[in-house]
């Protein structure tokens, strides 16, 4: 593989030596600027470290790693192409073949050293076609040796590239779509560069300020979460757990600001307990309906196992019971513990179960007292009567005949 140097080179020869195939193309930066479209050797070409299709397996491989993937690496530059062909195989199958039959008719846009900022995906398949796929379709492989690319100006520098790339893979509606939790990575990923809420929100077309706000409020909890669980940076296990982190964010809120409605004075240990908890029902992908109207609870609600002390305190006894027998260690293990009717699924059911009868019998023990209030005010106006209304008189019998049976019933 050649250099970023010697890419940078053979380019720049391209741009000064042969004529482009497209002139007065525009980007959604450098209003005013126009830009060529050229024919460059795919072998000149390296993905991008930030593509945001495959930044959180990037991230999580660097994690393991312990190293920032180069693309100065042969290994690292093949590791970076397999990511993209694999991250949507159905869908690259259809492109690919799409490709074999009508060649490339998305133009394509590289930095000047030959970096794709758009269009890692149909570089990533002509690459396979050019590599021997073209074959399967009977087409000959030179027919897919190049990309039509704009060549971005050497003096475009990585924040600006982060921007267009942005507008351009995310701002853009897209005919393969992104997992969400990349989605949160690229927030991150801008905010760290400097990027305001407004730049953000433009960028990646949300509606509003308040929608980046709230994205890195959940990034920010799902990075605590992997840190939590001892795999940071691991964020292939967020796979499938937005809407979790969605719900856990509000409550959590609630729990370290007093406002979560519980009917005993917990405390910050009693919601590290809590919060522990809920990491460990997302680690075992536990089923998120549930988990939310069981577990979290409604935030604006009073129906989660952590409002009653009593419900919660036998909850969590058997819930670390459960841990400790079990010792679960890899993925595989907490996912066995979180299936449907596993041993999480039924602790949960059964401090459900226990949360619904102590809520009723609070519910008949504040009615009884409400009742006996107002049993004595009548009496007390009674007292002052000389004589009862006969409709009055008869009601009053048929209450007493309904709570001497209530009462005959419990004794």
Same mark, same amino acid.
């Given at each position: ?32 600027? /126009? ?13 991008? !470290? ?90 000959? !492989? ?6 039509? $690319?704009? !060549?971005?100006? +050497? ?37 760290? $560069? ?35 669980? +001892? ?26 600001? +007093? ?11 009693? !919601? ?44 969590? /006894? ?49 009615? @009884? ?36 049976? @209530? ?5």
């Amino acid at each position: 593989m050649i250099t970023r140097a010697e890419a940078r080179a053979k380019i720049q020869d391209i741009i000064t030596n042969h004529a482009p195939i497209k002139t007065g193309l525009t980007l959604p930066i450098r209003k005013g600027m /126009t830009f060529n479209v050229y024919k460059i050797p795919l072998a000149y070409l390296v993905p991008n !470290v930030l593509n945001d299709r495959i930044t959180w397996k990037i991230r999580e491989f660097e994690a393991i790693q312990g190293r920032s993937l180069s693309i100065e690496s042969d290994d690292d530059v093949a590791y970076l192409y397999n990511l993209v062909l694999n991250e949507h195989p159905a869908d690259n199958e259809r492109t690919k073949a799409d490709l074999a039959k009508n060649g490339q008719q998305v133009d394509g846009v590289i930095t000047s050293d030959g970096i794709i900022v758009d269009g890692n995906r149909r570089a990533t398949l002509l690459r396979a076609l050019f590599n021997g796929d073209a074959d399967k379709y009977g087409q000959s !492989v030179e027919d897919f040796r190049y990309f039509n $690319a704009i !060549v971005l100006p +050497g003096d475009i520098d990585g924040k600006e590239i982060m921007a267009l790339e942005t507008m351009l893979q995310i701002g853009a509606d897209k005919p393969v779509g992104y997992n969400r939790i990349c989605l949160y990575i690229k927030v991150d990923n801008l905010l760290n $560069a400097g990027y305001t809420y407004p730049q953000i929100k433009q960028y990646m077309g949300l509606k509003s300020d308040k929608d980046v706000e709230e994205m890195q409020s959940i990034f920010k909890l799902m990075t605590e979460y992997l840190v939590a669980i +001892g795999k940071p940076n691991h964020f292939t296990l967020l796979d499938g757990l937005e809407d979790q982190f969605i719900n856990t964010k509000t409550v959590f809120k609630r729990l370290d600001n +007093g406002t979560y409605s519980a009917e005993w004075d917990y405390t910050p240990e009693d !919601v590290v307990e809590f919060k522990t908890v809920c990491y460990d029902y997302m680690h075992a992908k536990f089923e998120g309906k549930k988990y939310r109207d069981v577990l979290v609870g409604k935030p604006n609600k009073s129906n989660g196992v952590f409002i009653e002390k009593s419900v919660w305190q036998d909850f969590l /006894t058997h819930h670390n019971n459960i841990l400790d027998a079990n010792d679960p260690t890899s993925e595989a293990d907490w996912e066995f513990l979180g299936k449907k009717g596993g041993k999480l699924d039924q602790n949960l059911n059964n401090a459900s179960q226990r949360l619904i009868t102590v809520l009723n019998d609070k519910n008949i023990s504040k009615l @009884i007292r409400e009742v006996q209030v107002k049993v004595d005010r009548i009496d007390n106006l009674l007292e002052k009567m000389d004589e009862v209304a006969e409709d009055d008189l008869d009601n009053l019998k048929a209450l007493s005949k309904a709570i001497y049976k @209530i009462v005959a019933k419990f004794e």
